[in-house]
């Protein structure tokens, strides 16, 4: 749900870092089937959650950076599935807003919206698609995605006189990874792990005053944590690094969004 939007939109603001900066082992055993209910959708349900920066260490901060409230609202058709409407309410030092997210489920897999302009914040032209963004009974790794948008345009005016022309590639995969004992609301239970990797390229980039035609590749890492009844418990963005020629290197803090409370109907 909230997670799948924050590594979206994480990579969607990679392109316009990119511009701004330049002026400045899982154990892999699987377990074959599942029938928990890591899925709860009843009405009138709800999750709050803490967010806390990674830094390009590692290391968590104990500060709460927002508080994200989200509520599960009734069923709605979105691109031609019948869905579960999430409301998220987001509180931090930068303002209050809400957002809704759409997910639904299907023989122990998830599937969540991707609205275009989660991939084109910049502009650019984007297909909104419905993703597989977990599946409980998962023996394999699975493509949840492969997408590469028009060329982007970055003006000057936004990174303080360098302009900026990329071409970004997405590629995200998939995996369910194991039981893991995570701690959320004051106590420690087990959890089933779902991995997502999004590789991204940002190709053919042109920047005034550097050499053009370079590219760019890192992986955005996510780890979601869910525990039967519940629903997820725990999110995590891992910090993630890029190079550039005639730059350096570029370092991305992660995030680690917790469970503190929550009530299912």
Known sequence: MKSTQRTLL?????????????????????????TANYYPTTTGSYWVYEDHAIDTNGTQSTEVMSTDSTYAGGQK?????????FMTRTVSEFGDTTTSSYSYS????????????EFSPLGGEAASMWVKTADFKATTEWTALTQELPAIEVPAELTGGFAVSVTPKYTMKGKKGT????????????????????????????????????????????K??????IGMVKSVTEPYSFSFPGIGTMKQEGNAQILVRHSIK
């Open 77 to 85: 058709t979105v691109g031609d599935k019948v869905a579960n409407e």
């Open 224 to 229: 979601s944590y869910f525990v039967e009844n």
């Open 106 to 117: 299907e023989d122990s897999q998830i599937y969540s919206y991707i609205n275009a302009a």
């Open 179 to 222: 039981m893991q004992a995570v701690t959320f609301e004051g106590k420690s239970m087990q959890a089933q792990e779902i991995i997502s990797t999004t590789s991204v390229t940002l190709d053919k980039i042109k920047l005034s005053g550097f050499p053009t035609g370079q590219s760019v590749s890192f992986d955005v890492i996510n």
């Open 10 to 34: 994480a990579l969607g603001a990679a392109v316009l870092v990119f511009g701004l900066g330049a002026c400045s082992g899982d154990d892999n055993t699987v377990t074959p089937t599942t």
